[in-house]
């Protein structure tokens, strides 16, 4: 499943991550690609045209596979994690506010370049 609109495909979103298990249909997927799209448009202050076939410049799918691949990785958006073996403890950390409660979705400085 894909969406024409998308600057990204699911498979560019599996080269991304590295992750070969996520579906062809998975619509939480589709949807982190619709999102790493808008936010694409909404940084750049237009919507780029898609040529024959629905192909957009290489540029523009690796930003979008990007931004998208770290929200499937780190959907709660957590910033750090530590993990000790004895006594057994374990902690994650979030981010608070807006400049960093969007973290995995957010375009980072050498993709707005």
Same mark, same amino acid.
């Given at each position: 499943m894909s969406d024409p609109n998308a600057y990204a495909t699911i498979a560019d979103l599996a080269a991304a991550t590295g992750d070969a298990d996520i579906a062809d249909d998975d619509p939480i997927a589709l949807r982190l690609i619709q999102f790493a799209s808008a936010k694409i448009d909404e940084y750049c202050g237009q919507t780029f045209p898609t040529t024959d076939g629905g192909t $957009?410049?290489?540029?523009? !799918? &690796? #930003?979008?596979?990007? #931004?998208? @691949? %770290?929200?499937?990785?780190?959907? @709660? @958006?957590?910033? /750090? !994690? &530590? =993990?000790? /073996? @004895?006594?057994?403890?374990f902690a994650t950390t979030f981010g608070s506010g807006q400049s !960093?409660? /969007? $973290?995995?979705?957010?375009? %980072?400085?050498? =993709?707005?370049?």
């Open positions: $957009v410049p290489l540029i523009i !799918t &690796s #930003v979008c596979a990007a #931004v998208a @691949g %770290r929200a499937w990785q780190n959907p @709660g @958006g957590a910033q /750090s !994690t &530590s =993990e000790t /073996s @004895g006594p057994y403890a !960093t409660a /969007s $973290v995995p979705m957010a375009l %980072r400085a050498s =993709e707005k370049d």
